[in-house]
């Protein structure tokens, strides 16, 4: 079968069974075993092929960052970090109109620098952030778009599991990746706070005015606000000793899982029952971004044997368009597969198709990667399956009075941060220096 003919077959093939609800490890391993053996005509060239993606895919000595960050964020998680975050900074910002809401999205800055799963701050902030929003009477629709859009910056700020798949697909240091979505990720904060701040001041029906600090509060206040320093020094350790070149990303992993085990048992959060718990979230969550990466790497291969990155690059190349159009035409995609895909899936999908295109044309994987996430975060919050948006609506069952919201009204409300995420990543696009400057300095 010519080159031309598997490239679409493999390609119609995997939307199909993606789309007919087949797991995507097994639609990506069905699709490039199938792909092998009409391209050679050989059962045990395609065998070969995915034996040999199973065995040497996740040997590496980086994959270990997955378990150790994913372990760090749920110990963070159990020690009660997001708690202490979150009175922090809305002690802090108090008195500025709209500082709960802030408060919130600067939270979920900090939390995303431990955690790197989006849906984990959208779960958590939902029961912490969601009511006190509502005592203070936000706008409904604004509370939960506040808390779905803000819980993004899981998958921006790192340490981020989508960086470290793309990364292992891109070939890219994972270490770099980090250091280079530092800046982007301080850019989507503050485009959230100016989100929230406009919000108060084209309605300020929807958000109240600045509530008085209670005598406990004034008591209370820098013990209050210092709460979080141990989650904050850990952050600087780990992140820091990244960027300073004092270890791998692997063994900053490593570091921040040990100090979030101690922060643990220094705040008495210790309870066998509950590290069980934790080690077996850990577990399960790191099985499976390790199990798509095998079928990614078979996919890759796939790919790379039959021709098929050959075929699309030469269609790219005969557009004859200026590099950033493609590019342009690269975050559409993205954009619009985060509408009916996860964010894993997509970068599986697209990342050994787009790179090789982009690096052909010039430009660096470190900075396409940075911008291929903040595209696909806008799937996370746009209909009809945001993963955040769900996220929050299924964190509400349980707490009182909220069986009455629907999923509509998150959407709504989320998509003021729409706007914002797109803004950021235009200037991520025409001013790569914001994403290069650290990791150029590292």
């Known amino acids: 079968m010519s080159t031309g003919t598997v490239a679409l077959f493999s390609l119609v093939l995997l939307l199909v069974l993606i789309f007919c609800g087949v797991h995507l490890s097994t639609s990506l391993m069905f ?41 760090m964020g749920l110990l963070a998680n159990l020690s009660g970090a997001s708690q202490d975050l979150y009175d922090s900074a809305s002690l802090l910002l108090k008195k500025i109109r709209g500082g709960v809401g802030i408060a919130t999205v600067v939270a979920n800055a900090i ?64 270490g770099k990746l980090f250091v280079a979505a530092v800046v982007p990720g301080i850019l989507m904060t503050i485009a959230f706070i100016i989100v929230i701040l406009t919000i108060a001041h084209i309605r300020p029906s929807y958000i109240p005015e600045v509530e008085e600090l209670s005598e406990e509060e004034k008591k209370n206040f820098w013990r209050i606000v210092l709460r979080p320093w141990p989650i904050v020094l850990l952050i600087i350790v780990s992140l820091g000793g990244i960027w300073c070149g004092f270890f791998t990303p ?16 220094l705040k008495g959060k210790f309870r066998w029952k509950d590290f069980w718990a934790t080690l077996l979230s850990a577990g399960s969550t790191s099985g499976s971004v390790l199990i798509l990466l095998v079928s990614a790497s078979t996919y890759s291969k796939t790919l790379s044997m039959c021709g098929v990155i050959n075929v699309i690059r030469s269609f790219v190349e005969g557009m004859n368009v200026a590099p950033v159009v493609i590019i342009m035409v690269f975050i559409v995609i993205l954009m619009v597969l985060g509408c009916i895909l996860d964010s894993t899936s997509i970068l599986l999908l697209t990342t ?49 009075g909220m069986e009455n919201i629907s999923v509509n009204e998150i959407f709504a409300g989320s998509l003021w941060f729409l706007a914002a995420i797109i803004v950021v990543d235009m200037i991520c696009v025409f001013i790569p220096s914001v994403v290069l400057f650290l990791p150029n300095a590292m």
């Open 111 to 174: 939390f995303a620098a431990i955690t790197g799963v989006t849906v984990a701050s959208a779960a958590v902030f939902t029961k912490i952030a969601l009511p006190q929003m509502l005592r203070l009477k936000y706008d409904r629709k604004v509370a939960l778009g506040t808390i779905s859009g803000s819980a993004i910056l899981g998958m921006l700020i790192p340490p981020s599991l989508l960086m470290i798949v793309y990364g292992s697909q891109a070939d890219v240091s994972i």
């Open 31 to 71: 699709t490039s075993v199938l792909s092998v053996y009409l391209f050679t005509g050989r059962f045990s060239t395609a065998m070969n092929v995915l034996s040999q993606s199973a065995w040497g895919a996740v040997r590496q000595y980086m994959f270990g960052v997955i378990p150790l960050f994913v372990l």
């Open 250 to 265: 692997t063994e900053a992993g490593g570091v921040g899982a040990f100090g979030a085990f101690l922060i643990v048992i």
């Open 352 to 400: 050994p198709l787009m790179c090789p295109i982009v690096a052909d044309m010039g430009y660096d994987l470190v900075w396409f990667g940075l911008v291929m996430i903040i595209a696909i975060e806008t799937g996370m919050i746009t209909p009809p399956f945001g993963m955040n948006v769900f996220t929050v609506k299924s964190s509400l069952y349980g707490m009182e």
